[in-house]
């Protein structure tokens, strides 16, 4: 299969990275929590990603600077669902540090991004 150009992003590959640690994190969680923290914690931590590439292939900056803006959403909404997580006890402070660190770097690779095309945005006559 060929590549597609959104696996080639940087800050794809950051998003792709967090949700594989998520899900692996999340393998222990109790299995009450399938349905709950779980599932929503998986669901934010692969929206980064899948807005990341929605956007991309969609062609237009301002679509692409609209999926964005989703993805940040969803990454704040996966730190808060990993500091829960912690807080439950269902996540070792290790693996809470790092996760906090890919999202961390997700975050700052995506804030420079949506800045990058916001700037080529503005300075469209």
């Known amino acids: 299969m060929e590549e597609k150009a959104f696996r080639k992003l ?3 590959k950051r998003a792709h990275a967090m949700t ?3 899900y692996k994190a999340s393998e222990n969680f109790p299995k009450h929590e399938l349905f ?5 914690l998986r669901r934010s931590a692969s929206s980064v990603g899948a807005n990341i ?6 062609g237009s900056s301002a679509n692409y600077l609209r999926h964005l803006k989703i993805a ?3 990454l ?3 730190e808060y ?3 829960l997580a912690r807080d439950l006890g269902y996540l070792a402070d ?5 996760l906090g660190d890919l999202a961390r770097e997700t975050g700052y690779l995506l804030s420079h991004l949506k800045a990058s095309i916001e700037s080529n945005i503005r300075q469209k006559p």
């Open 53 to 58: 590439a929605e956007g991309y292939a969609l």
């Open 10 to 12: 940087l800050v794809w």
């Open 36 to 40: 709950g923290l779980t599932s929503q």
């Open 94 to 98: 290790a693996d809470y540090a790092q």
């Open 72 to 74: 940040t959403g969803s």
């Open 20 to 22: 594989l640690a998520v």
């Open 76 to 78: 704040a909404e996966t």
């Open 81 to 83: 669902h990993l500091e």
